[in-house]
């Protein structure tokens, strides 16, 4: 966070949001479930967590998470893995198979990008991935990247940052 000068950082199973500060403080928000992604409010006070069972809000203050938008897939089997925002603050959320309890040679499975706002709550996408992982904008705006690391593949699709949609990708390096 440049505004804040501060570095946050996610420990997925500890689990946990990390923040080290400018002049070398510390801080450690608990949590009550593995964390896959995160993305700070506006006004610094707090976060959007996206855990295995939803997406919260944690004030920084008094760091209990509330839940606003429950999982939209069964957290024994899935969660929430890497997450990105744009810049008129849409959170964009992987997901990941990673079961509780999982059955030997069980095949993994694959589950949607999904895309979080205050407004329209939390809307599973058509991207489907047993991985998502590194998403990144164009420097525009106009194009996301994002990949699904089991397979090898990082996709590129146009962007429509006015509908949030992303276009038809193809496959931009295997």
């Not at 199973?13 to 403080?25: F, I, N, Q, V």
């Not at 991207?127 to 705006?141: I, M, R, V």
């Not at 699904?148 to 295997?174: A, C, M, N, Q, W």
Request: charged content about 25%; overall charge negative.
């Amino acid at each position: 966070s440049a505004s804040d000068g501060a570095l946050f950082w996610i420990d997925v199973r500890e689990p946990a949001l990390h923040r080290l500060s400018a002049d070398g403080t510390t801080r450690r928000w608990l949590l009550p479930w593995d964390i896959g992604a995160f993305a700070l409010v506006e006004n610094g006070a707090g976060a959007l967590v996206a855990l295995r069972n939803g997406i919260f809000s944690l004030d920084f203050s008094d760091a209990s998470p509330q839940l606003i938008a429950p999982a939209l897939h069964d957290p024994n089997l899935f969660r929430f893995n890497e997450g990105i925002c744009d810049v008129r603050g849409r959170f964009w959320v992987g997901m990941m198979f990673d079961p509780l309890t999982k059955t030997p040679g069980e095949p993994d499975r694959k589950r949607a990008l999904h895309h979080f706002t205050f407004r329209e709550g939390l809307i599973a996408g058509w991207d489907e991935s047993d991985l998502h992982n590194g998403f990144a904008w164009s420097t525009a705006g106009d194009e996301c990247l994002w990949s699904h690391s089991k397979e090898g593949r990082v996709y590129r699709g146009p962007y429509d940052l006015k509908t949030g949609i992303i276009g038809s990708p193809h496959s931009f390096v295997e």
